[in-house]
């Protein structure tokens, strides 16, 4: 059915305030359960000590906002741009951050607890010391960035790039490093597991028998 124009456009305008209002839930210190955003701008706001549980953001921009603080539990980003947010202190459990591009960000304090990074961009970021057991992130690019003494006991990291990344101290023990270019790396006291040995082996272009 085609609709006159004055009712189409009544019919975009409720559209839009639907939006503006779905878009207006998220605020500082809000407190969100099972809320739906779906390609929704977050450009520039404060959202400082938001906690979320269960929500979905698909394809969201958060770029310049600030996030400082806020707590996520089981919530799924996937696809979001996180351009130069700013995470100080914020903590995300058991969260779906897919394909998120963390360029720019501040990380300082941040955690991720289990959860699925793959296919993120971590170029260049200070993850030092980091808490990152049994995280998901395959195909990851952790490229340049500083993962000394980080705890990477049990994680997924197959196909992850390691391009001149600092993994002096890293535990690596029982993590998936197929596809692993190790020699990329810099590796001086890393911890392994006879596997992660074996792997680090063929990167540096042993034969193994």
Request: hydrophobic share 40%.
């Amino acid at each position: 059915m085609k609709l006159e124009p004055d009712a189409e456009r009544r019919l975009d305008g409720a559209r839009d305030a639907e939006r503006a209002g779905s878009a207006g839930a998220l605020r500082s210190d809000a407190e969100l359960e099972n809320e739906l955003f779906e390609r929704e701008s977050f450009r520039g706001l404060d959202l400082s000590g938001l906690r979320t549980k269960r929500c979905r953001f698909e394809a969201c921009d958060f770029s310049n906002a600030k996030l400082n603080g806020s707590e996520h539990v089981g919530s799924d980003f996937a696809n979001s741009i996180f351009e130069n947010v700013n995470l100080f202190g914020a903590s995300f459990d058991d969260c779906r951050l897919l394909g998120v591009a963390f360029t720019g960000a501040v990380l300082t304090g941040w955690t991720v607890t289990r959860g699925d990074l793959s296919y993120a961009l971590l170029r260049g970021h200070d993850l030092s010391g980091l808490d990152l057991r049994e995280i998901r992130a395959r195909e990851t690019d952790f490229s340049e960035s500083n993962l000394a003494d980080a705890d990477l006991r049990g994680a997924d990291l197959s196909r992850a790039r390691f391009l001149n990344v600092e993994l002096r101290g890293a535990d690596l023990r029982d993590a998936n490093l197929d596809g692993v270019d190790l020699a990329a790396a810099q590796i001086a006291g890393i911890r392994l597991d006879l596997a992660g040995a074996v792997q680090l082996a063929r990167s540096l272009g042993a034969e193994i028998d």
